[in-house]
């Protein structure tokens, strides 16, 4: 079972972003850099068709609306929106093939 980073607490995401980048010289600069990591993580969960449908059967089963569901995993709304419209035409092909 893989786990989204987006799942984590931000201290856990701290945590693992410390382990990568322990070089960072100059602390000021240390949000900025964490931001632009969280922001790649996000990029690359765009891409994984999987974790799209996952996110997607997760807002369907267990969320009312996008807000919610894009709070809880630190999304953006526009990032939520996008993987949920993905998520569902993935899915809906999925189904359509079987």
């Not at 856990?12 to 010289?25: A, K, P, S, V």
């Not at 632009?36 to 267990?62: C, G, P």
């Not at 996008?66 to 809906?92: C, D, P, Q």
Request: contains cysteine; charged residues 30%; negative net charge.
């Amino acid at each position: 079972m893989t786990i989204s980073i987006h799942d984590m607490t931000t201290e856990e995401q701290y945590c693992i972003f410390d382990t990568y980048f322990d070089g960072i010289e100059n602390p000021e600069d240390y949000d900025t850099e964490f931001e632009r990591w969280l922001s790649k993580v996000t990029e690359d969960e765009m891409n994984d068709d999987q974790h799209a449908i996952d996110f997607y059967l997760n807002f369907f089963n267990n969320y009312l609306t996008v807000a919610k569901i894009a709070e809880h995993h630190g999304y953006s709304l526009a990032t939520a929106n996008g993987l949920i419209n993905r998520g569902r035409e993935l899915y809906n092909k999925q189904c359509e093939s079987k």
